[in-house]
């Protein structure tokens, strides 16, 4: 056991009988109970706000960095675009949390407009399918799904008059097989 009183750590360095957090302090202080001040407000990022922990703050801090930060991975899909964050929200985590409010349980920050940047006209709380059905790829709306169940439609047998599954899919720009995923109902519901 470390050798300083009300401390059960195992010891790290056995020379001086220390744990390891008591033995940094040693090493760095020349004191195993040395305690610096925290460096709080500017001359600390960490902690400049309070809110370093927090799942908001994580998404704030991403949003930036995928738009911002041309090391992100993600950047060439965000800032290299032209998407970036709003001047206020950029500067500031209170004024992002001010107009989203705390993240609804399931969801993640959405652009509106995927070819606008983030910020409170454009910006809200979305579940992983309403996001999916968000993405650039994505050709078909609810409302064009819902136009395409309305449609008159050909008998299988190519009877009748209406649209065949083909003529959809042209109609829309998308696959025979996307056409049919919709019309069961297994897309858009």
Same mark, same amino acid.
């Not at 600390?44 to 927090?54: F, L, M, P, T, V």
């Not at 911002?68 to 209170?94: L, Q, T």
């Not at 652009?111 to 910006?123: A, F, L, T």
């Not at 008159?152 to 209406?162: D, E, L, Q, V, Y």
């Given at each position: 056991?470390c050798?300083?009183?009300n401390?059960?750590n ?10 390891r957090?008591?033995?940094?302090r040693?090493?760095?202080y ?11 407000g ?6 400049? =706000?309070g809110?370093w922990g927090?799942e908001?703050?994580k998404?704030?801090? =991403?949003?930036?960095?995928?738009c911002?930060?041309?090391k992100?991975?993600a950047?060439?899909h965000?800032?290299k675009?032209?998407?970036h ?14 107009d ?5 349980e399931n969801? +993640? ?11 409170? =006209?454009n910006?809200?709380?979305?579940? +992983?399918?309403?996001?999916g059905?968000?993405?650039?790829c @994505?050709?078909?709306?609810k409302e064009?799904?819902d136009e395409?169940?309305?449609l008159?439609r ?19 720009? @998308?696959?025979? !097989?996307t056409?049919?995923?919709v019309?069961?109902? !297994?897309?858009w519901k």
């Amino acid at each position: 056991m470390c050798k300083i009183e009300n401390c059960s750590n195992s010891v790290h360095v056995k020379k001086h009988n220390l744990c390891r957090a008591h033995y940094l302090r040693w090493k760095k202080y020349g004191d195993p109970l040395h305690f610096p001040e925290p460096r709080r407000g500017k001359d600390s990022s960490r902690y400049k =706000h309070g809110a370093w922990g927090e799942e908001l703050f994580k998404t704030w801090s =991403h949003m930036i960095d995928r738009c911002h930060n041309p090391k992100c991975k993600a950047y060439k899909h965000y800032g290299k675009r032209g998407i970036h964050v709003c001047e206020s929200w950029r500067n500031d985590f209170f004024q992002f949390k001010k107009d989203m409010g705390e993240r609804p349980e399931n969801t +993640s920050i959405e652009r509106i407009d995927n070819n606008k940047g983030y910020n409170p =006209h454009n910006c809200k709380w979305a579940t +992983s399918v309403e996001q999916g059905r968000n993405r650039r790829c @994505v050709k078909l709306t609810k409302e064009k799904a819902d136009e395409m169940r309305s449609l008159p439609r050909r008998a299988k047998n190519g009877r009748g008059s209406g649209y065949s599954r083909e003529d959809m899919a042209e109609k829309y720009g @998308v696959s025979v !097989a996307t056409v049919k995923k919709v019309l069961s109902g !297994a897309y858009w519901k």
